[in-house]
């Protein structure tokens, strides 16, 4: 997400990283490249065109401030002038206070709207909200059943009624249906078309007035680039949407849509999506300061904050705190525990698309492993408990039988061996723990200083000195 337009900006930076003041002609060579940068990321030409306007006007004759070099100046402008194009704070969905809330959810085929309904559901339904999903396309074949397994892979309950039955009177069946068994969210999925065109209009116009949602969700596709502002503009100008779900962001690496379709509809994208998977960290509300800190290949440390309070239970976090300040250490079920928690997060590259400063520590094109993982789990798995708890019993028969389980090799079973040792080692350090690491001894676990040979010729020299 973003990966080419970062790498461009970040770029420009160092072209003017080094000297004294931001000048009108190093300010005006950083905003060339700045400008055509966001034209290669699709972004709409006349919200370029404003965006360094605002960005020059705010960057010529600034100092330095402090110890601030020039590329970390322009960077923080840049930042903010992102953050203000892509709506300055997140917008949330708004919730009936009397009746279910509705949710009509639009767009065009193909640009994700069942999926996006459905981890919509789920993320109402970890919150406490009991959602209905509603199957009002019925003319794409098959999209009622897929509304099903969504619902039944969330557990959340889907109305229908087949494909004889018009979109409007099911949308205001749902509502009916809803309201009599208690749901208190209501998403309605609707039809879509290939293109644009009055039909579809018309039918989605007559859903908005019979069930008269509290928000009308517009569903694009970002790889689309140009092409999803324009739809949202068509849509924005027909319907009259509340907001925007981009989808496919992980598979856009320009990020166009996202810089424009605020600033041309004037109408907030609430959520961003990546990934055809219901799971954790697919759908997350769209916060345009943290958008603008991973354009800037800042990281994005309150989402990942936000996802590890999420996943990691209270009891989890103290029995976890508890091994730490011990000598009991880690073992392999805390090790299986934590390799779990962090799968539940999202994918791996997106975690560390977040972390500050992981994008300039990391090679060009690396990807992260997940089949790692996959051979950690299932070398892990193939031990007895007493192996888990003690890795010290783990003789070289045991681990040829633990290999041979795994499918992987007693190398493999001997590095993940290490890499445990290694990190109560560190853990151990980090806390002050004594007698569990060479060199630490005595009650205050002090590091004693470690002696080195000095030559006769060094020793001669000294007493000379």
Known sequence: MFESLTEKLQNTFKKISGQGKLTEKNISDALREVRLALLEADVNFKVVKTFISDVKSRS?????????????????????????????????????????????MVGLQGSGKTTTSGKLADKFKKE?????????????????????????????????????????????ASIKEASSIGHNLVIVDTAGRLHVDQKLMDELKGIKVAVKPDEVLLVVDSMTGQDAVNVSDHFNQELDISGVVLTKMDGDSRGGAALSIRSVTNKPIKFISSGEKIESGSLEAFHPDRIASRILGQGDFKTLLERAEATFSEDQAKDLEKKLATKQGLDFNDLLTQLEQLKKMGPLDQIMDMIPGIGNAIPKGFQPDEDQLKHVKAIIQSMTNQERRDYRVLSRSRRLRIASGSGTTVRQVNQLVDQLKFLNRMTQQATGISGMMPGVGGKTGKIKPKRTRVSARARRKRRRR
């Open 128 to 172: 406490g909200k009991s959602p209905l999903l509603v199957a009002a396309d019925i003319y794409r074949p098959a999209a009622i059943k897929q509304l099903q397994v969504v619902g039944e892979q969330i557990d959340v309950p889907v109305f229908s009624m087949g494909t004889e039955v018009s979109p409007v009177k099911i949308a205001e």
């Open 60 to 104: 010529l004759g600034k100092e330095v401030l402090g110890s601030l070099t020039p590329e970390l100046q322009i960077a923080k402008i840049i930042g903010d002038e992102l953050t203000k194009l892509m709506g300055e704070a997140a917008t949330k969905i708004e919730l009936s206070s009397g009746g279910p809330t509705v949710i009509l």
